[in-house]
């Protein structure tokens, strides 16, 4: 054996093959390191620029999902070209990732000035309103244009809700603002909260499932505009509030159409995938930059609310409540859903294909490519193809007959369907980590609050956070906002007044004085009597007569040893 691994020379046969690799030119050794680096890159970026290649550079085909007898498919989604035909991602940024990347970077989006409204919510919260109206774009110069909507204009309205960190001025909202606008639409964007350069004017936030501010301001719109139509799009976290708004509403919105673009659909999957791989990773640190720059920006009021670690425990929770795919099956309004397959934030996991399917009111439109918000199409990258068939698909409504009317709204339907989260921005973090909202409704809900609290006893481990002052009956509840702070309740008490004297609340987990016990045993007892008519003596009898061989037997057993030795077993063993 060591005969065979030796040359002649004495040479072993690593020293040779050492020896020829060394005769290879480096030149040769590069070009296979590029050509590795080319296919680890290429798999990385999840190109397809060679499938777009072998394909006749006709991208792919969209892919839509509907209930067979959708009359929003058959008499609105089929008169749009677009949605039955092919997606081709630019050739040089035929990458999801180098479609979002770029987006965020660039998007070339159109030139335009907005009309900024400040409208104010009912929480004190202030939301920034931008409008881009028909006849802005059809003047010379936008800022010259004084005119404006009248309340009896009939020309359709379109209101969009940004994504995440997103406002206005964002590259993707813009394309669709421009492009419905030049088809004489007014559209206006609303801002999210302390976005949009608006200072945050209340202790309240906004989140992916914080649907009251789309509310206010569709029936703000509504209101000042009711010979409009109205219709809505969403993107990324704006499409979840818009399809989760479109679901706890149902037929009482007065929306009459919408599209949502990009939606995540389920955010506890959504941020499972974003922390999958490393690419995903990358996502994630951008997306949390994008929010700390948010928080610093209004660090005075989060530094006073927040609490991470109440907060961290309760993040499952609170996707799982906030998730728009629990509310499809509810959404009376026509939808179109556009989402790419490779969207390298809101994965195609998350899609609730059969629950689409379902509904008779949604088409879902899927492409292979496209990215997260991109779809960049075209050599020059100047078009984002999603607006295309939003802009077709909503003309084709407004055509139509099958524009949603609203209805009378049912007593009940709001809150049969919204999550204890959506109550109110302010919720309590328990410490089992489950969030219970706290409503700011005002004082009409005071005494229905303290039918529900009073006599609740407080445990030890503090997992009821309801505590009753034993000299004057008041009631602490302790409120936080979307980022309440536990350790700091100044400011953040709500006092409500208890009933005193009957359902005085104890120290510990017993009271102390038994006779106190005994009052509302008597009463339960006389209310038993009064309700069957029957004396609860005669109740007490019935027990005893039916138990007596238990109780027979038991005092035999208790008691057999003093039988024993009585004078009536002495007797009975005589005989």
């Not at 009957?502 to 008597?522: C, F, K, L, S, T």
Request: hydrophobic fraction near 40%.
């Amino acid at each position: 054996m060591e005969a065979a691994a030796v040359s002649i020379d004495g040479e072993s046969a690593g020293e040779l093959l050492l020896r020829a690799a060394a005769l290879v030119p480096w030149t040769r050794y590069a070009l296979a390191a590029l050509a590795l680096a080319a296919v680890l890159l290429y798999r990385f970026l999840e190109l397809h620029f060679l499938g777009d290649l072998l394909r006749g550079l006709r991208g792919g085909r969209v892919a839509l999902t509907f209930h067979p007898e959708s009359q929003v498919y058959h008499r609105v989604a089929s008169k749009c070209r677009s949605l039955h035909g092919r997606y081709l991602a630019t050739p040089w940024l035929a990458s999801p990732h180098l479609q979002t990347l770029f987006l965020s970077i660039s998007g070339r989006p159109p030139s335009f000035t907005y009309r900024r409204q400040l409208y104010t919510v009912r929480d004190g919260g202030t939301i920034a309103l931008d409008w881009l109206l028909a006849s802005d774009l059809e003047a010379a110069d936008a800022d010259s244009c004084d005119e404006s909507s009248s309340k009896d204009d009939s020309t359709p309205l379109l209101v969009v809700i940004p994504g995440l960190t997103s406002d206005s001025s964002a590259a993707y909202v813009k394309h669709l603002v421009f492009s419905m606008a030049s088809k004489g639409w007014n559209v206006v964007v609303s801002n999210h909260r302390g976005l949009g350069g608006i200072s945050i004017t209340s202790d309240c936030f906004y989140n992916a499932g914080w649907t009251e501010d789309m509310r206010e301001v569709v029936n703000f719109l509504h209101q000042e505009y009711p010979e409009a139509p109205l219709f809505a799009v969403g993107t990324s976290i704006g499409a979840n509030i818009v399809v989760k708004y479109l679901g706890e509403e149902g037929e009482s919105t007065p929306v009459a159409g919408a599209a949502s673009i990009c939606s995540p659909w389920d955010l506890l999957v959504t941020n499972r995938f974003i922390s999958r791989k490393l690419v995903q990773r990358c996502y994630d640190r951008a997306l949390a930059i994008g929010l700390k720059g948010y928080a610093k920006l209004h660090q005075p009021v989060l530094a006073r609310l927040a609490n991470w670690e109440a907060i961290t425990s309760t993040v499952d929770t609170f996707y799982r409540k906030c998730s728009s795919a629990n509310y499809i099956g509810n959404v009376s309004v026509p939808l179109l859903c556009i989402s790419a397959l490779d969207d390298p934030l809101c994965t195609r996991e998350a899609i609730p294909w059969d629950e689409c399917r379902a509904n008779k009111n949604i088409v879902l439109a899927t492409t292979p490519n496209g990215g997260h918000l991109a779809f960049f199409e075209g050599l020059t990258a100047r078009r984002l193809w999603w607006v295309r068939p939003v802009s077709e698909f909503l003309c084709a409504l407004h055509d139509s007959s099958y524009m949603h009317r609203q209805k009378a709204q049912e007593h009940g339907l709001h809150s049969s369907l919204e999550s204890s989260i959506d109550k109110s921005p302010y919720v309590n973090f328990m410490e089992d980590g489950m969030v219970a909202a706290v409503t700011n409704e005002g004082p009409d809900n005071i005494d229905s609050l303290d039918n529900q609290i009073v006599g609740e006893i407080e445990l030890s481990d503090g997992m009821v956070a309801i505590q009753q002052n034993e000299h004057n009956g008041e009631i602490q509840n302790e409120n936080y906002s979307g980022m309440g702070d536990k350790n700091n309740s100044e400011g953040n008490v709500t006092s409500v007044q208890g009933h005193e004297g009957n359902h005085r609340q104890r120290e510990g987990p017993y009271a102390n004085n038994i006779g106190d016990a005994i009052v509302p045993v008597r009463r339960s007892i006389n209310k038993l009597t009064r309700s069957q008519g029957k004396s609860v003596w005669l109740l007490a009898y019935i027990a005893v007569v039916t138990s007596w061989p238990l109780l027979g037997t038991l005092g035999f057993f208790l008691f057999r040893k003093r039988f024993s030795n009585s004078l009536l077993a002495k007797k009975l063993k005589k005989l």
